[in-house]
């Protein structure tokens, strides 16, 4: 039986400055497949356009040309209220920096999302409390971000990432500020969301070793794809430490 294909690229090219003498094409004609249940990373270093792809992945760019298919939805010539859409419901989002909105709660900032998608109040305090719980932050509920530690603020934006249940979560350089102990702690949350509840997850990294994690690894060098390799991740060793 075939999986679900959740991100279809086709020929991706993304120009800046089209149409003028200092156009410059970032993207060379991006081929990429993600199936459903995958946990791939996109690695590469500064400048070799894994961030121009990311948001594209994510739906915050357009394409300049190619086709791309998210879960399904050809994007290529929707709106910008249904690009939203699609990011709000079908991508969960975490970001090296975080993107907490200061002024809110960790159960606000969960619940956020859930907000926008039009839920009740009701429905959405009984999600982002059960997801909060998942990542061991309940005890936090009701702190504000500057009360909360690195690794904490980066687990409530996990929670928040899966506020509504999306097809994909999007991890941007998730432990880049973080340090060591901690970052390892956030990277066996998104081992657990994988194994236990089949999340597909695109990790964009410049670290090798936490890409060798990962069950894909596709490199990225002077925009295009230079390798796409399925390995056998490396177990890492679990933590118990609280961040």
């Known amino acids: 039986m075939s999986r679900k294909t959740v991100i279809d690229m086709t020929d991706i090219v993304k120009t800046f400055y089209m149409d003028t003498p200092n156009e410059l094409e970032i993207l060379h004609g991006i081929d990429l497949k993600v199936y459903e249940g995958e946990f791939i ?3 590469g270093a500064s400048g070799s356009g894994k961030s121009t792809l990311m948001n594209i992945v ?3 760019d357009r394409p300049t040309s190619g086709e791309y298919i998210l879960d399904g939805v050809s994007i290529n010539k929707m709106s910008s209220n249904e690009l939203s859409q699609i990011r709000n419901k ?3 989002f975490v970001f090296q920096t975080f993107n907490l909105i200061p002024r809110s709660t960790a159960l606000g900032n969960v619940e956020l999302p859930m ?4 839920l ?6 009984t999600r982002a409390k059960e997801l909060l719980e998942l990542v ?3 005890d936090r509920s009701k702190h ?3 009360e909360l530690s690195g690794g904490q603020k980066q687990r409530v934006s996990i929670a928040r990432a899966m506020a509504n249940d999306p097809a994909i979560i999007l991890a941007d350089e998730p432990t880049g500020a973080l340090d060591s ?3 390892r702690l956030v990277m066996d949350l998104f081992h657990s969301l994988h194994k236990n509840q089949g999340k597909t997850i695109v990790l964009i990294t410049h670290n090798k070793e936490l890409a060798e994690e990962t069950e894909r690894i596709v490199t990225i060098h002077d925009g295009r794809i230079r390798s796409d390799k399925s390995i056998i991740p490396e177990e890492p060793e679990v933590n118990h430490e609280s961040a």
């Not at 009740?120 to 305090?125: G, L, T, V, Y």
């Open 41 to 43: 990373s996109i690695v």
């Open 120 to 125: 009740s109040s009701k429905a959405r305090s």
């Open 136 to 138: 061991e932050m309940s």
């Open 181 to 183: 102990t901690t970052g």
């Open 58 to 60: 994510g739906a915050l």
């Open 90 to 92: 079908k991508i969960g």
């Open 115 to 118: 907000l926008y998608a039009g």
């Open 144 to 146: 504000m971000p500057n």
